[in-house]
């Protein structure tokens, strides 16, 4: 079983940046493409970032394409989202899982950006 705890989030003025780290227990996260999701109020959950098990394999929303970036360290179990240049449009909880299949939705973490 693969269980990923999201954090990092916060609230930041339109331009600011944060990293969201999302670290796995119960398996290794090398093992598994695995992807960023967001979902803002009334708004169905979106994808953001996925990030393939093998090299080369990122891809991102256009939303967030060139602002964002997805990256992983198996040694620390961790996958990240640096987000940079945030824009208020970016403001939603954010949630990690693998992909695919799904595994249980945690918390997710909470960005809020303000104009």
């Known amino acids: 079983q693969l269980q990923l705890v999201e954090s990092g989030g916060g609230s930041v003025h339109s331009g600011g940046s944060l990293k969201l780290s999302c670290v796995a227990s119960?398996?290794?996260?090398?093992?598994?493409?695995i992807a960023w999701f967001r979902q803002a109020p009334e708004k169905e959950r979106e994808a953001v970032s996925c990030?393939?098990?093998?090299?080369?394999?990122?891809h991102y929303a256009d939303s967030v394409k060139g602002r964002f970036t997805v990256s992983r360290d198996n040694a620390k179990n961790t996958l990240y989202l640096q987000m940079n240049n945030l824009k208020p449009e970016d403001t939603a909880v954010y949630y990690c899982n693998k992909n695919l299949p799904f595994d249980s939705w945690g918390k997710g973490t909470q960005v809020t950006v303000s104009s």
């Open positions: 119960g398996s290794a996260l090398g093992g598994y493409g």
């Open positions: 990030l393939g098990v093998g090299a080369d394999s990122t």
